[in-house]
């Protein structure tokens, strides 16, 4: 009995000294994470050498919905480590300006009143223009589903792992939301 107390003082007294520390570090490391957002032609690029899926978030400058995802739903450091280990993560500007070459067609932006579109957001979305829409592609770049609209953290956790995990063949959704199990801490203070 008194071999045990003098072991868990030690450990006691030990995490005094180191635990702080460490927990302070890992914490802080976990806090630096963030979404390794590339362009579209960088991902293309990338699934030539490595086959991933492709996370691509259509968005434009002045969606306010656009901005609060950023903030709350991508900016959690399990999110982001979550989303950065499962798919390539490409923002795409609905109203980007230049030209996209993919599939050997060009996609221009075209101007419609006092904004206009991109034509390859256009074509991803299927004419649906609505912001934010999160778009999962497969490995070969075929759109397998558009999510539209705002998601926190704890909605897109879900989504994304029905996706990542290739669930979206085997169950259905409504089943799988029922049986779905999150592996993440969602606290107030994650970002």
């Not at 960088?42 to 656009?66: F, G, P």
């Not at 991508?74 to 599939?103: C, G, H």
């Not at 829409?133 to 989504?159: P, R, S, W, Y």
Request: net charge neutral.
């Amino acid at each position: 009995m008194k071999l045990k107390n003098l072991l868990l003082a030690g450990l006691f007294v030990t995490g005094l000294f180191v635990g702080p520390d460490v927990y302070a570090q890992d914490n802080d490391t976990e806090k630096t994470i963030k979404v390794d957002w590339m362009s579209w032609e960088q991902a293309i690029e990338k699934t030539k050498t490595e086959k991933k899926k492709i996370l691509l978030d259509v968005y434009t400058k002045w969606c306010s919905w656009c901005k609060r995802m950023d903030e709350m739903t991508f900016s959690k450091p399990q999110m982001a480590a979550y989303i950065n280990a499962n798919f390539y993560p490409v923002k795409l500007d609905a109203q980007y300006p230049e030209e996209i070459t993919y599939r050997n067609k060009v996609y221009r932006f075209v101007k419609n009143g006092t904004r206009g579109y991109h034509e390859l957001a256009a074509e991803i979305l299927g004419g649906r223009m609505s912001y934010p829409t999160i778009v999962f592609l497969n490995e070969e770049q075929d759109v397998i589903q558009a999510i539209v609209g705002f998601k926190t953290a704890e909605q897109f956790e879900m989504i994304a792992s029905y996706f990542a995990t290739d669930s979206y063949m085997k169950i259905p959704w409504s089943s799988y939301q029922k049986q779905y199990h999150s592996s993440f801490n969602h606290n107030a203070d994650d970002h």
